[in-house]
C-alpha cells in the first residue's frame, strides 16, 4: 500500500515540478517554434504514458496484493490486449517521430536569400567570418595559420581579400533576416549552440557543417559550446547580438578585412622602443618588473599577448574594474599609445627585450601544485611557456606575486568581468578550481619549479 501511495505521490509531484519548474525553455528568439512545439509534442506523449503506466502499477499494487486466499491465474497470451498494445505503441512512437521530421527537414534546407557567417571554433573559443561584398568566402587551409594569419586565409586566393574577419567572440547579425551559419573547427569536435535560436550542430575537423536561423528579436543571446568531452568546451562562451541593419553594419564595419590586414605595416622596434621610455618607469628598463609598484615582469611575454594586453587597458577592457587597484594605474597611461600601430610597435619592443626569469618570492607545495597543474598544462603547456593558439600566456615568464594577483583577480570578477574580454572569462571559470589560499600558493610554487626546468 505504502509503494502505492509513494508511486501516486511521485506522479503528481513531477507533473506539478514540469509546470511550476523554473528550468524551461528561455524566451525564444529566433523563427523556430516548431522545435519547441515538438519538444511539447514528444512532453505530452512520454508525459501521459508516464502518467499510465504509474498509475496502472500503482493500481495493480493495491489490487493484487497479498491475500491468504488468492490464486494467480495462468494466461500465457491475449490476442485482442496484443493488439491493442501495438496499435497504440505504434501511434505513439509515429507521434513521437513524424513532428520531428518535418522540422528537421526544414532545418537542413537554409532558405536561399540567407546570409552567411562562417564560424571557427577551436580550443577555446570562437571567431567568425564574413565573405564582404562578393558574397564569397576565400579558401583557408590549416597550412596557412599562424600568428599574422589566425583564420587560415590563403593569400593566393582573390575571394578572400574582401572577407571581413571578426576576431572576437562576439558576432553581430541583423534582425528579420536568414542566417546560415558554416561551422568550422580548426582542432577538435565542438558544437555550436544558441539556446535562445534552438539550434545547435557538431563542428567536425576537415569538414564544413551548418546550421540556420531567423532571428525575430533584438537582444544579446549567448553562445556555448555544447560538446562534452575535454577540459575546456563549457569555457569556451560567446555572445550573437542581434540588431538592426543600421548597427550591424557599424559593427562589421569596425572590423578589417583580409586585405586591410595584409597591407599593416610591420612593427617599428625603433618606435617601439621611444614609446617604452614611459613604461620603463615601473616595468624597469630591461622589463624585469618592480614589485614595489606592483609592475609585472614582462620581458620573455610574446609580442601578441602584450599587444592584447595593451589593446584591453588602452579600450577599458582591462583595468577599468573599480576594485582593480593595480590595474588601474597601469590603464591611464596607454593614452599616449595613438592608434593600433603603436600598440603593436611598443608589444614588438617588448619582445625583443631578452627573457630573464623573475627570482621567485611565491612558496608551497610544489607536489600538491603539480596536481593542480595537470588541468593549467592543458592551455598553459607542460612548461608553463604558454600557447598561441589557445590565446593563453606564458606563466613562466613573469613575476609569481603577479600571478597570485591576477588568478585572485580573475576568481574575483575583476578581471575578465568586460564583455569584449574573451578570453578573461574563460580564465575565471578556470581559476575556480583553486579552493583556499594554499591552492593558490601551491600551483604558483610549482609554476616557478618550471623555470628552473627550463
Ligand atoms: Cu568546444
Redesign the pocket.
Known amino acids: 500500500m505504502v509503494v502505492a501511495y509513494a508511486i501516486i505521490l511521485l506522479v503528481v509531484g513531477t507533473i506539478i515540478f514540469h509546470f511550476w519548474s523554473p528550468w524551461y525553455f528561455t524566451e525564444i528568439a529566433a523563427d523556430w517554434g516548431a522545435i519547441d512545439t515538438t519538444v511539447d509534442i514528444t512532453f505530452l506523449i512520454t508525459g501521459l504514458v508516464f502518467i499510465a503506466v504509474n498509475f496502472f502499477m500503482a493500481y495493480c499494487i493495491y489490487k493484487y496484493r497479498y491475500s491468504p486466499d488468492k490464486r494467480a491465474d495462468y494466461e500465457p497470451e491475449s490476442h485482442k490486449l496484443e493488439t491493442w498494445l501495438t496499435i497504440f505503441t505504434t501511434v505513439g512512437v509515429a507521434a513521437l517521430l513524424i513532428p520531428g521530421l518535418f522540422v528537421w527537414g526544414d532545418f537542413v534546407e537554409p532558405p536561399e536569400d540567407a546570409s552567411e557567417v562562417e564560424v571557427v ?1 577551436q580550443q ?1 573559443y570562437w571567431t567568425f567570418r564574413h565573405p564582404g561584398e562578393d558574397a564569397v568566402f576565400g579558401n583557408v587551409d590549416i597550412r596557412h595559420i599562424d600568428v599574422n594569419n589566425p583564420f587560415g586565409m590563403d593569400p593566393e586566393d582573390p575571394a578572400g581579400r574582401d572577407d571581413v574577419l571578426v576576431d572576437s567572440n562576439v558576432l553581430h547579425i541583423p534582425v528579420d533576416q536568414p542566417v546560415k551559419f558554416l561551422l568550422r573547427s580548426k582542432d577538435v569536435l ?2 555550436f549552440a544558441i539556446p535562445q535560436f534552438r539550434v545547435k550542430m557538431d563542428l567536425v575537423p576537415g569538414m564544413i557543417t551548418y546550421m540556420w536561423a531567423d532571428p525575430i528579436r533584438e537582444g544579446t543571446y549567448e553562445i556555448l ?1 555544447e ?1 562534452l568531452c ?1 577540459v575546456a ?1 563549457f569555457a ?1 562562451r560567446g555572445r550573437v547580438v542581434v540588431e538592426d541593419q543600421e548597427s550591424y553594419e557599424t559593427w562589421l564595419d569596425g572590423y578589417p578585412t583580409f586585405q586591410e590586414v595584409l597591407d599593416r605595416p610591420e612593427p617599428n622596434l625603433i618606435a617601439g622602443q621611444g614609446a617604452y621610455a614611459v613604461c620603463s618607469a615601473c616595468h624597469g628598463a630591461d622589463g624585469q618588473g618592480l614589485q614595489a609598484l606592483n609592475a609585472p615582469d614582462i620581458n620573455g611575454l610574446d609580442a601578441w599577448y602584450v599587444e592584447r594586453q595593451v589593446r584591453y587597458f588602452k579600450e577599458g577592457v582591462r583595468g577599468a574594474h573599480e576594485d582593480d587597484v593595480y590595474g588601474r594605474t597601469m590603464a591611464p597611461m596607454m593614452a599616449m599609445l595613438a592608434n593600433d600601430q603603436a600598440i603593436r610597435d611598443v608589444a614588438a619592443y617588448v619582445a625583443s627585450l631578452p627573457a630573464v626569469y623573475s627570482e621567485s618570492t611565491v612558496t608551497g607545495d610544489t607536489a600538491r601544485g603539480a596536481e593542480i597543474y595537470t588541468t593549467c598544462s592543458a592551455c598553459h603547456g607542460d612548461d608553463g611557456q604558454g600557447i598561441w593558439s589557445q590565446g593563453a600566456p606564458s606563466l613562466v615568464d613573469t613575476s609569481d606575486w603577479y600571478l597570485v594577483t591576477q588568478l585572485h583577480n580573475y576568481q574575483n570578477r575583476v578581471r575578465g568581468y568586460h564583455e569584449a574580454d574573451m578570453f578573461g572569462e574563460q580564465m575565471q571559470l578556470m581559476s575556480d578550481i583553486l579552493r583556499d589560499e594554499e591552492d593558490f600558493n601551491d600551483v604558483v610554487a610549482y609554476i616557478n619549479t618550471l623555470k628552473e626546468a627550463n
Do not use: L
Open positions: 571554433g577555446w565542438h558544437d559550446c560538446e575535454g568546451h569556451m
